[in-house]
């Protein structure tokens, strides 16, 4: 265990507790990814399967340099550990079960620039003025609620977001958004805030 030699107790404590949740609060360059690094190791010490471990960071660069510092402790065993950002692993787990939820496998990701692209079509269909509907504003609340998890349906549904909309003299947002999310569905695509939207909605349906 010589690499917990170089923890001071509290962060011993939080490398060493095993069993629960653990809540890691300190301010910048205190070690908290040191001790994130260090308690994976330490379970995969203590027999946890390194499949069984989920780790998720904001960046790929992140990702990568906890790996490392994972590796150089346990060995290649951490090779097996379930870790990147939020949008890598969700669309990993996506790639293995989207057709629980009505998705091809080899769905596509929609980047921002396809997704505006899209929007813009539908916009233009629906004869909406572009600068009441900008694309960005669209993009953005359409973003918003799924971040929020709102489906098109329950955004459809709740009144104070459809009074919001009507106030702004955005009323149509509600059947944009329901648009959007069917043209995406018939293409077997999702954008990036369906990696996590749509992640969701399969681990509620289908948790095992």
Not at 84 to 95: D, E, N, P, W
Not at 116 to 142: C, F, P, Q, T
Not at 156 to 183: C, F, P, V
Request: aromatic share 8%.
């Amino acid at each position: 265990m010589d690499y917990l030699a170089g923890l001071n107790p509290s962060q011993r404590g939080a490398v060493e507790q095993t069993e629960g949740p653990v809540m890691i609060v300190a301010g910048a360059g205190s070690g908290k990814t040191r001790v994130i690094t260090y308690r994976v190791a330490h379970l995969i010490r203590k027999g946890v399967d390194p499949f069984n471990i989920l780790v998720l960071t904001f960046t790929n660069k992140a990702a990568k340099e906890m790996r490392a510092r994972i590796v150089s402790v346990v060995g290649s065993e951490a090779k097996n550990i379930w870790m990147g950002t939020f949008h890598s692993v969700f669309a990993k787990i996506l790639r293995v079960e989207a057709e629980l939820i009505g998705y091809p496998r080899n769905f596509t990701i929609y980047d921002t620039d396809d997704t505006k692209s899209l929007l813009r079509a539908i916009l233009k269909e629906m004869n909406l003025d572009d600068k009441l509907y900008n694309v960005n504003h669209v993009y953005g609340r359409i973003s918003q609620a799924k971040n929020n998890l709102i489906s098109p349906q329950e955004y459809n549904k709740n009144e104070a977001i459809l009074a919001e909309d009507i106030s702004n003299g955005r009323g149509q947002l509600g059947q944009i958004y329901m648009t959007y999310a069917q043209r995406c569905y018939r293409a077997g695509g999702m954008d990036f805030d369906d990696l996590l939207f749509k992640t969701n909605v399969l681990l509620n349906k289908h948790p095992e």
